[in-house]
């Protein structure tokens, strides 16, 4: 069902380039709702259903209006009175109850609707290569997943039935003038062309204002998102006017799109307006003057009236819910952008099973590869080296050299632009991303902490797993003790990116995640570099249980993690210089000896500096 839905919601045109796309002035964004809407047939047509009978209900009082003025008045028959206003009673309580139900069927199901696409959105966002997330803005990406959504709500909910009803009203009121008066029709008739026509040119305008008003705010508050994420950097570079005056500039320019979006519709509704009534007054200059002459009674006159009033207050509403629409559809259009991307990394067909069970046996063989945002600098040059099931191999190399690009490829975030990478003896663009990264397990130099428990936040690495397995990877990541000294224990809440936790401890809850996840391969990335002494003793512990019985790839400057590696790989430029354990490199007098040199000396001066 998702997918049937997520796939109607994308753009007809993905090849489309931006400026084409925004190009489009009209509601066919929209459109894309649709599937959505069709999941809940039953609300549909409880909406619809309320929807006609309140329009109905509102189209049959200036029947009995008529009546009354020209029988109960006239013919002074209090019985005949008494009975019309009684039925317009009940043509009020019908009516209370049918506005009633309309509201219940139309506001839920765009809370549905919405509930539904925002998934989707997210769902598919989390489907994404990193190549996509390279270039976008975060804080743009939830501006449209959070705002955006919250336009189409008001679309899918009360501005679209709006719509319908006043449409309803519209066309159901022009019928009955037309049997009323077809005299008097024709110069309403006549007048909506000029009425119509604004309303479209005016649209098209709102439209691109409100789009680009949209887009404009989107960029403030993906600013905002993140100065807040860096508010500690911010305030200790004395930089808060600065990151104030940079959002107020975003916002102001926010605030000047949505001016002159506000503009256009205050136009568009000032000229809908006055040609709607001017059409109703003169309506009535000529209908008062057949009913002087005797052409015309006045019942038939107040009937005519009510339906024009009826016709005209409906237009004029459409002009407004236009406007409304206009922006609905401008953010549909840029919801309908993101599900449009493609991820690059995708599954094949058939993908080729991993063997089980896993022995953890890594090859790359001649792989190359360029970051798709710099495609003219390649990173890896035809790299070359196996690690055995078991084995642990450190990667050294000076900055830029392709270690991080190793373990980028290795979890499939990429793939090479030549040769190929192996793991249990297959290629990884046959197999299955998510089954690859199954088998690995990652322990970042930067670890990820969300707002959210201690207990969550380990069990990232197996959200299926029991409490007393999460706390026995706790207790072998040395992370238990400080856990349990937590006011609420393994539930408290460890802040946004765990600011409340020191380097080391955050780095022993993802140590504590790798040892829940169990996989046969894990990468760790630099995971001590950037600890004080004492800390660094505590995560190594934690890592070397971690390291036993798995194939582990260390990328780490400290000779103290690089000693300990059954292998030595020197990067430099993308390419494997040189190879060997910590002893016989440093007879070799290369790469690795000059790096282990600067490093010996930059630890001697810090060693007298204390």
Known sequence: MVMRTTEAFVPDDQTA??????????????????????????????????????????????????????????????????????????LAAILALASAGRYFFVITLGERVVADLRKDVFSHLTKLSPTFYDTAESGEIVSRLAADTTQVKAAVGSTASLFLRNAILFLGALAMMVATSPALSLIVIAAIPFIVLPLVAFGRGVRRRSRHAQDTLALATAYASEAIGAMRTVQAFTSERAVTGRFGAAVDEAFGAARASIKARALLTAIAIFLIFASVVAVMWIGAARVTSGTLSPGTLSQFLLYAVFAAGALGQLSEVWGELSLAAGAAERLSELLAEEPVILAPEQPAALPAPATGRVAFEAVAFAYPSRPDMPTLNGLSFTVEPGETVAIVGPSGAGKSTVFSLLERFYDPTGGKILVDGVDLTAADPVDLRARIALVPQDTTIFAASARDNIAFGDPGATNEAIIAAARQALADGFVTALPEGYDTLLGERGVTLSGGQRQRIAIARALLRDAPILLLDEATSALDAESEVLVQQALDKLMVGRTTLVIAHRLSTVLKADRILVLDHGRLVEEGNHQSLIAKGGTYARLAKLQFEAGRLEDAAE
């Open 17 to 90: 380039p931006t400026s084409q796309k925004k190009s489009r002035r009209n509601l066919k964004p929209l459109g894309r709702l649709v599937p959505y809407l069709l999941q809940y047939k039953a609300m549909v047509a409880g909406a619809c259903f309320f929807l006609a009978l309140a329009a109905l209900t509102t189209l049959s009082l200036p029947l009995a209006v008529r009546r009354v003025i020209d029988h109960g008045f006239i013919e002074a028959d209090s019985g005949l009175i008494n009975a019309y206003f009684g039925m317009l009673m009940v």
